[in-house]
């Protein structure tokens, strides 16, 4: 094989001189072109807008493999000039292609660099999300309509494939219903946002709780509390209720406590000290609604309710305010020398019955001792 190479190039060296030219002087455009993009991506960092990044991040290496692919192509067709060959016939039917793959490239590399930059600068995992869903429909886009500008390029009718789609598309549509169904429910998500990445969801339907961890347009992932990961198919979202904790305004503390019966005379002056406390609290929202009140006679207590909402909704420091509020609750109780009742029974025991047993009980040691 060797032998053979190096006939041939001692046969044609003005040909081998001539292509060795083209492929050095490729390679040396190439090495000052991306010299050049590294100068002008450190020009374009003190510049305000992001476009200009974006573009220059996204062509530095397809337009460094474009020059490569045109030195290889100038190579091929002037070996192809004066040593005709079938090979080489063949190969450069697909430099059209090879073309549309690293334009197809360029594209997808720019919407990912558009995502990435737009995402840092986005603070609203709504909107976050929106980006996401947009940058893969725009690169499901492009791989579709590159698929079908290679496919015409190497003869193809794309007629006969959009003619072929829409009446395969039934069939298809049938054998592949719950992929669209996960598809579309996916979609739904994306446009309707029911949830992000991040937050905390469940649903009374189903025993399903946990952070949504990535939405993917056949399945999303939810981490549950113990650490298991769900795969959950996006079409059974579209069927069940889901609720969305992370997005509450306020949480809620609701609360009753019981008092002793003995402490009945000072059950109103402890609701209005509840109540004092409560609005001068700064982890309360008063301007949500704040109840604090007699509510019913229990068992064994007097029960009062508190009824009130956090300003935080985080559930470490929700916790902590809470704890705040029922041993501030606890301390008046205190103050007021009242008690915080517990389940009690109270015996009565009638004083002729204790009187009969131990007149019986006299009799009987009259008896004895006889």
């Not at 292609?97 to 995402?119: D, H, N, P, T």
């Not at 579709?144 to 007629?159: D, E, F, K, P, R």
């Amino acid at each position: 094989m060797f032998e053979s190479i190096s006939q041939w190039f001692s046969s044609h060296q003005t040909l081998a001189i001539q292509v060795f030219a083209i492929l050095f002087v490729a390679l040396v455009v190439n090495y000052f072109i991306q010299r050049m993009f590294r100068g002008l991506a450190k020009q374009l960092d003190k510049t305000k807008t992001v476009w200009d990044n974006i573009l220059a991040a996204s062509i530095a290496k397809p337009l460094a493999y474009f020059i490569a692919l045109i030195g290889l192509i100038f190579a091929l067709e002037l070996i192809q000039h004066q040593q005709p060959s079938a090979l080489l016939a063949k190969l450069l039917e697909f430099e059209n292609l090879a073309v549309l793959v690293l334009l197809a490239w360029f594209c997808i590399r720019f919407v990912k660099q558009a995502e990435q930059a737009f995402s840092k600068t986005i603070d609203d995992p709504h909107e976050l999300t929106t980006i996401v869903a947009i940058a893969k429909l725009a690169r499901l886009a492009i791989l579709i309509t590159v698929a079908l500008m290679a496919m015409q390029s190497l003869g193809y009718s794309i007629q006969g494939v959009l003619a072929f789609g829409g009446i395969g598309g039934i069939a298809i549509g049938f054998a592949a219903k719950d992929l669209l169904a996960n598809f579309f429910g996916g979609l739904m998500i994306y446009l309707d946002r029911p949830f992000v990445v991040g937050d905390w969801v469940r649903s009374p339907d189903r025993e399903l709780e946990g952070t949504v961890e990535h939405i993917g347009w056949r399945l999303t992932i939810i981490r549950t509390f113990d650490k298991r990961p769900l795969y959950i198919p996006n079409a059974v979202f579209s069927n069940i209720a889901i609720e969305n904790p992370s997005r509450m305004s306020n949480r809620r503390i609701y609360e009753t406590i019981g008092l002793r019966y003995d402490d009945a005379a000072k059950v109103d002056v402890i609701i209005k000290d509840v109540k004092r406390m409560l609005a001068e609290n700064d982890d309360i929202d008063n301007s949500q609604t704040v109840i604090v009140n007699f509510n019913a006679f229990g068992a064994s207590s007097l029960d009062f309710f508190i009824y009130a909402y956090t300003k935080t909704t985080d559930w470490v420091t929700y916790h902590h305010v809470k704890q705040s509020v029922l041993m501030q609750v606890l301390d008046i109780v205190a103050a007021h020398q009242a008690e915080v009742a517990f389940p009690t029974s109270t015996l009565h025991i009638q004083s002729d019955t204790v009187d009969n047993s131990q007149a019986e009980g006299s009799s009987l040691a009259g008896h004895k001792s006889a």
